[in-house]
């Protein structure tokens, strides 16, 4: 069964850099996750889930929230099954619960939650000095 599991959520100071990683288990056998659609959301309290980040469709590029372009990265190495989120110059209001998703396809729609099925448990990410 596909899992996905988040770390690298703390405390950060603002201006500060973190990178968080997701890690994927359950991939079909001969695949890699270049086959699966990828994002991160995020989820501030009193606040709907975002899109944050994510790949789109083989050759699509990646797509950003518009809060976070120029200063969140998304990559990933396929040989460990494993999606990160490079995130700089972090503000207060960048704190939330982050959220790694895995969908069975891609889409140049994957900034949009109801894509995905499989959903990790979350990492708190706070900024704060």
């Known amino acids: 069964q596909l899992q996905v599991v988040e770390s690298g959520g703390g405390l950060v100071q603002p201006g500060g850099s973190r990178r968080l990683s997701c890690v994927a288990s359950g991939i079909t056998p001969g695949a890699t996750l270049d086959y699966y659609g990828i994002g991160w959301f995020r989820q501030a309290p009193g606040k709907e889930r975002e899109g944050v980040a994510c790949?789109?469709?083989?050759?699509?590029?990646?797509y950003y929230a518009d809060s976070v372009k120029g200063r969140f990265t998304i990559s990933r190495d396929n040989t460990i099954n494993t999606e990160y989120l490079e995130m700089n110059s972090l503000k207060p209001e960048d704190t939330a619960v982050y959220y790694c998703?895995?969908?069975?396809?891609?889409?140049?729609?994957?900034?949009?939650?109801?894509?995905?099925?499989?959903w990790g448990q979350g990492t708190q990410v706070t900024v704060s000095s």
């Open positions: 998703a895995l969908a069975r396809y891609r889409s140049n729609w994957c900034l949009v939650s109801r894509m995905y099925e499989y």
């Open positions: 790949f789109g469709k083989a050759g699509g590029g990646t």
